[in-house]
């Protein structure tokens, strides 16, 4: 199996709005607004996750910055 690509946090957000955005037109039909749904609903995960790892990582050199 091929893995897909991994998307930064920015590619990830604007795939997001295009997402939203479809969504609010109301013009798809069942089976595509539900899988536009689903593709949603995993890239605010994903984002989520990287946004915790950002703060890991941002609260970790504020640390080591400390200390020096």
């Known amino acids: 199996m091929s893995r897909e690509k991994t998307k930064t946090f920015e590619e990830s957000m604007a795939r ?14 069942l089976d595509e607004t539900i899988k536009l749904f689903e593709e949603g609903l995993k890239l605010v995960r994903d984002c989520e996750g990287k946004l915790k790892e950002f703060e890991t990582k941002v609260a970790e050199l504020s640390e080591e910055s400390e200390e020096n």
């Open 16 to 29: 997001l709005e295009e997402i939203v955005d479809l969504l609010q037109e109301n013009e798809q039909p």
